[in-house]
């Protein structure tokens, strides 16, 4: 595009942008009103839930790629760039940071944060490609996961790239496979709606889309608040309702990651579906009955250590 073409801030991707965060907030406020206990909706396993995340980060990260490919067009502004990547590697090193300190066990290593942040490095190399090779690239970055996976990927510091069969235990895992694929999608995306010089970026919404359009040019912010904003409210709504706030941040943990790492460490030691299913479940009971919570802990006690063997050696038999 010429100079006298390239376009501005376009309304409609604040806007887009605008309602994937809406999206990405109610999400997690279901998130929050099942881990407080006052909704028993099964996020873990539920389809729809399922299908949500996926559709909720994978829009998220198009948009990423559509901005890139507007910032491309637009002259590629250098210093522009190095601070939005700044401020994102900045939250997500505060996303880690705080994750490590209040849920130890599931903190955020690799969350969306840091999968936009590599991605933003990353996807500066497919820019000048054709969008149809992008976009074929993108669906191959997704479908790579569902068709291989080697246990050389298994190691702690190789987790990041997705490519592990071990499901690591992470309140938010955003890997580069398959979530760079959606980026690449998005700046193929980009590229074909400029090239056909569509009027869609002229939309706004009106009056109701301008807080969704004040929202999308103040992404980053408001990810970060919108999570210890929702996590306040409902501690007030709970304290309301008489429920102990301390008790309300410590519920026992969600027995569905625990049961799914269970079997699929099972099964990669020999064992078949159904005896691992059997044991699985009995540990998975067994913990919940006699609050072995504290045990999963790297640092747990040798007393609370023995007991979960003694658990394990029952549920053997």
């Known amino acids: ?33 099942r881990f407080f206990g006052f909704v028993d909706w099964d996020l873990a396993g ?13 829009s998220f990260l198009a948009l990423v790629g559509v901005g890139l490919m507007l910032w491309h067009v637009q002259g590629r502004d250098w210093r522009r760039w190095a601070i939005r990547l700044n401020k994102v590697v900045a939250g997500a090193i505060a996303v880690t940071v705080a994750t490590w300190y209040v849920i130890p066990d599931q903190f955020i290593f690799f969350g969306i944060l840091h999968c936009i942040a590599v991605a933003s490095i990353l996807g500066l ?6 969008p149809a090779v992008n976009f074929i690239l993108g669906l191959a970055v997704i479908a790579l996961p569902i068709l291989w996976r080697s246990t050389l990927f298994d190691q702690s510091w190789l987790l990041w790239t997705g490519l592990g069969t071990l499901p690591p235990r992470s309140n ?7 979530w760079f694929g959606p980026v690449l999608l998005g700046i193929a995306a980009a590229r074909w709606w400029l090239r056909a010089r569509t009027p869609g970026g002229t939309v706004d919404g009106g009056a109701p889309g301008r807080p969704l359009r004040w929202v999308g040019r103040h992404s980053l912010a408001v990810y970060l608040i919108h999570q210890p904003a929702l996590i306040g409210l409902l501690l007030l709504v709970g304290m309301a309702l008489g429920r102990d706030p301390q008790a309300m941040l410590s519920p026992p943990p969600d027995p569905a990651p625990l049961l799914i790492d269970c079997q699929v460490q099972c099964e990669q030691r020999g064992g078949s579906a159904e005896g691992c299913h059997a044991y699985c479940g009995c540990m998975v009971d067994g913990v919940q009955a006699q609050t072995l919570w504290p045990a999963l802990r790297p640092d747990a006690t040798p007393e609370l ?13």
């Open 1 to 33: 595009m010429t100079t006298s073409e390239r376009p501005g801030r376009l309304p409609a991707v604040d806007l887009l942008r605008g309602l994937a965060l809406l999206a990405m907030a109610l999400y997690h406020l279901s998130w929050d009103l």
């Open 46 to 58: 539920g389809t729809g839930w399922i299908a949500a995340r996926y559709l909720i980060a994978g």
């Open 125 to 130: 190399l497919f820019l000048r490609l054709r």
């Open 172 to 178: 938010d895992y955003e890997p580069l496979f398959p």
């Open 305 to 317: 250590k023995d007991r979960l063997l003694d658990l394990a050696a029952s549920c053997s038999r």
